[in-house]
């Protein structure tokens, strides 16, 4: 198992020696190593069991640092950097050579992102360079929002996990670059698309479910629990699946028929925040129980909403 704690000096140090720790941010933990430096970046993917094609995020600590990796900045993306950054959100801008190919799969444009976490922007800024990191869970699982799950389950590839607590936001970063001139959206995540189009106007989406995606992380099957996960109106799923061992995932406070043995409530007073934060510790605790499948049932499509609807149908896509 992994040492869990909140001693930066010494993650630094195991980053500086191109091995790997685990960093907390706002939205997940992440799986860091020096950006820089392509044979600590393929140990993630080894430990991740990640396939080469799918692209890592880059951390920084200012939009400042973020400018030295790139070799433009549209206007529109800048504004976002100032206003969201640090934050959940990941910009796609045109990489410069000293971005290895490895962290970008071959692509042009480098994903980079300043998270919101005091002890890992802390540790970006004692590092001479930035960190790359995907979610710390095994490729296509849950990702993790406490040290624990990542011990759970990466803490026999990992000398140390940086320990920032539960993660406030609980969904991945929102990714957004630009298509033709126009800002577009290929994940949706943590910071909710209204938030997006205040600040920059209509934005257009590129969010693909397909078992064939032009980017890897649209990978429709992806955030899954073992078990199978039905979604929909959660009492007609409760009545279908009646003659099985139930374990239930539900919005907010509702009634629900049969007797499951695990029964969730994302946020009892139906707050979409909450329920983002709740979202992937409450999906692991079903897997984990005795219930044979996960019923889920689908949030208002509005706000974060989308964004913990699109993670459960990925989840419950096979
Ligand atoms: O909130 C987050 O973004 C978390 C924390 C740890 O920062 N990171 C995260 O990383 O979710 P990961 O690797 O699990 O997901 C990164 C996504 C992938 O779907 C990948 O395909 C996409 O970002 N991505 C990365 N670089 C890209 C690029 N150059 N072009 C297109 N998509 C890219
Ligand atoms: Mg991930």
């Given at each position: 198992?992994?040492q869990?704690?909140k001693?930066?000096?010494r993650?630094a140090?195991i980053l500086?020696?191109?091995?790997?720790?685990a960093i907390?941010?706002e939205t997940v933990?992440?799986l860091?190593?020096?950006?820089?430096?392509?044979i600590?970046?393929?140990r993630?993917?080894?430990?991740?069991?990640?396939?080469?094609?799918d692209p890592?995020?880059?951390?920084?600590?200012?939009?400042?640092?973020?400018?030295e990796?790139?070799?433009?900045?549209p206007?529109?993306?800048?504004?976002?950097?100032?206003?969201f950054?640090?934050?959940?959100?990941?910009?796609?801008l045109p990489?410069?050579?000293?971005?290895?190919d490895?962290?970008?799969?071959?692509?042009?444009?480098?994903?980079?992102?300043?998270?919101?976490?005091p002890?890992?922007?802390?540790?970006?800024?004692k590092?001479?360079f930035?960190?790359?990191?995907p979610?710390?869970?095994?490729f296509?699982?849950?990702?993790?929002?406490?040290a624990?799950?990542v011990?759970?389950?990466?803490?026999?590839?990992?000398?140390y996990?940086?320990?920032?607590?539960n993660?406030r936001?609980?969904?991945?970063s929102?990714i957004?670059?630009?298509?033709k001139?126009i800002?577009?959206?290929?994940?949706l995540?943590?910071?909710?698309i209204?938030e997006?189009?205040?600040v920059?106007?209509?934005?257009?989406?590129?969010i693909n479910?397909?078992?064939?995606?032009?980017?890897?992380?649209?990978?429709?099957?992806h955030?899954?629990p073992?078990?199978?996960?039905?979604?929909?109106n959660?009492?007609?799923?409760?009545?279908l699946y009646?003659?099985?061992?139930?374990?239930?995932l539900?919005?907010g406070?509702?009634?629900?028929h049969?007797?499951?043995v695990?029964l969730?409530?994302?946020?009892?007073?139906?707050?979409?925040r909450?329920?983002a934060?709740?979202?992937?510790?409450?999906?692991?605790?079903?897997?984990?129980?005795d219930?044979e499948?996960?019923?889920?049932?689908?949030l208002?499509d509005i706000?974060?909403?989308k964004?913990?609807?699109?993670?459960l149908?990925?989840a419950?896509?096979?």
């Open positions: 198992m992994a869990i704690g001693d930066i000096a993650a140090e500086e020696k191109g091995d790997l720790v907390p941010t933990y992440g860091a190593a020096n950006a820089l430096d392509s600590a970046v393929a993630i993917f080894e430990v991740k069991q990640r396939p080469y094609f890592l995020i880059i951390h920084t600590y200012s939009v400042e640092k973020a400018s990796y790139v070799t433009d900045f206007p529109l993306l800048k504004k976002l950097a100032q206003q950054l640090p934050g959940p959100l990941t910009l796609l990489k410069k050579q000293v971005i290895p490895l962290v970008t799969a071959g692509l042009e444009r480098v994903a980079i992102r300043i998270p919101d976490h002890l890992t922007l802390e540790l970006l800024s590092l001479d930035p960190l790359a990191a979610s710390a869970n095994p296509g699982y849950i990702s993790p929002t406490n624990d799950h011990n759970k389950q990466l803490g026999d590839h990992i000398e996990i940086l320990d920032g607590g993660c936001v609980g969904l991945e929102t957004i670059g630009m298509e001139n800002p577009t959206i290929y994940r995540g943590g910071l909710a209204d997006i189009e205040k920059i106007g209509k934005v257009s989406m590129e479910r397909s078992s064939d995606p032009k980017a890897p992380g649209q990978l429709m099957s955030y899954a073992h078990k199978p996960v039905y979604t929909g959660i009492n007609e799923l409760a009545d009646s003659g099985k061992k139930l374990g239930i539900c919005f406070k509702t009634k629900i049969g007797s499951p695990i969730k409530y994302l946020s009892e007073n139906a707050d979409l909450e329920a934060a709740h979202l992937f510790s409450y999906l692991r605790e079903l897997d984990e129980s219930a499948v996960i019923l889920a049932e689908l208002p706000g974060l909403g964004a913990i609807n699109d993670r149908l990925r419950s896509a096979t």
